[in-house]
């Protein structure tokens, strides 16, 4: 298991901006894609944004032109800004990745998932 470290995350006015991180450790790793998800009380985990080993994006429609993802491949990081939050941004936001753990000859794929990060936005 990957452990994967989430920051960034806390009370934003409408209109203001954060950026969360999602910090992988751990030695031999490779990632392919990068995901980060957000699930608002009552509601059910939904895709924000993904970011492929090449760099191609796809966001929800609801955050496009607003949100960012970006991943940092040196330091196993991958980022999220988000801009012109709305109260409806509200929740906790998850990363998600999938890739490979290299161990001498043998490698084993994994999915694993931050702890979650509560975004508030709110005036």
């Known amino acids: 298991q990957v452990q994967l470290v989430e920051s960034g995350g806390g009370l934003a006015q409408p209109g203001g901006s954060l950026r969360l991180s999602c910090a992988a450790s751990?030695?031999?790793?490779?990632?392919?894609?990068m995901y980060w998800y957000r699930q608002a009380p009552g509601k059910q985990r939904e895709l924000v944004a993904e970011?492929?080993?090449?760099?191609?994006?796809n966001y929800a429609d609801s955050v496009k032109g607003r949100f960012t993802i970006s991943r940092d491949n040196a330091k196993n990081t991958v980022y999220l800004q988000m801009n012109n939050l709305k109260p409806e941004d509200t929740a906790v936001y998850y990363c998600n990745v999938e890739g490979e753990r290299r161990i001498g000859a043998i490698r084993i794929k994994f999915n694993d998932w931050g702890q979650g990060t509560q975004v508030t936005v709110s005036s």
């Open positions: 751990g030695s031999g790793l490779s990632f392919n894609a």
């Open positions: 970011i492929n080993s090449g760099g191609n994006t």
